[in-house]
């Protein structure tokens, strides 16, 4: 089955405990994205990657790091997270390099507190 | 910046009615504009997806009408049945930016009661 999975699914932590959201797509798509969504602010992108070993930043990547050394995988680290980093995550992926139809994971509850 | 507005916020529809989620945006370069829907506990998956070259689109009982002049576009859920009961993301990419990104709407909670 063609999906995009993303472990753990629920997580509670505290403040300045690094930890690693990870995300994987079976589809061998090039593109690969993550996003945090919070009420009333939509989902809003927070790091992307177009291929293996090229990532860019999106809109909000304060206290964030990726990395995409394999075409699979595009880990999110929060090398220490703070209260305000508690949201929704998303990774997502696409087949096509403008992200037209992007394919997202069931998402990832982060608590820091 | 929110370069993509999304209204109302929530919306509450009898079975049967038309559901109309509207979206207004800035930046004159996106050229593609999808809809994307949640259902709780899930990801957002695309729904339906519209370019600035044609004013409507429909698939089924849903509809995008684009305003290109106006910068507005919207999704029309006629016939709408409480299965339809999700979030929905309006979304716009620009063919400027050197990488792919979809910036989206804040969403709307829509709920069909039977």
């Known amino acids: 089955e063609a999906q995009v999975t993303q472990n753990p699914r629920y997580l509670i932590t505290v403040t300045g405990k690094k930890l690693t959201v990870t995300c994987s797509q079976n589809?061998?798509?090039?593109?690969m994205s993550w996003y945090r969504q919070d009420p009333g602010l939509g989902l809003r992108q927070i790091y992307y990657s177009m291929n293996v070993e090229v990532t860019d930043k999106g809109d909000v990547p304060e206290g964030y790091k990726v990395s995409r050394k394999e075409k699979r995988n595009f880990p999110l680290i929060l090398e220490s997270p703070s209260p305000n980093q508690t949201s929704l995550y998303f990774c997502?992926?696409?087949?096509?390099?403008?992200?037209?139809?992007?394919?997202f994971g069931p998402g990832t509850r982060l608590t820091v507190t | 910046q929110q370069q993509v507005k999304q209204s109302p916020q929530s919306l509450i529809v009898q079975k049967g009615g038309i559901s109309i989620i509207n979206c207004a945006y800035e930046?004159?370069?996106?050229?593609?504009f999808p809809w994307y829907q949640q259902f709780p506990g899930k990801g957002p998956a695309l729904l339906i997806a519209?370019?600035?070259?044609?004013s409507e689109k429909k698939e089924g009982r849903f509809t995008i009408s684009f305003n290109k002049s106006a910068k507005q576009f919207s999704l029309h859920i006629m016939d709408s049945q409480p299965g339809d009961s999700a979030t929905y993301f309006c979304a716009a990419s620009s063919k400027e930016t050197s990488g792919s990104r979809l910036t989206f709407g804040e969403g709307t909670q829509l709920t069909v009661n039977p």
């Open positions: 589809m061998n798509h090039e593109y």
């Open positions: 930046n004159t370069a996106f050229d593609y």
């Open positions: 997502a992926s696409s087949p096509d390099r403008r992200a037209y139809e992007q394919y």
């Open positions: 519209i370019r600035p070259d044609v």
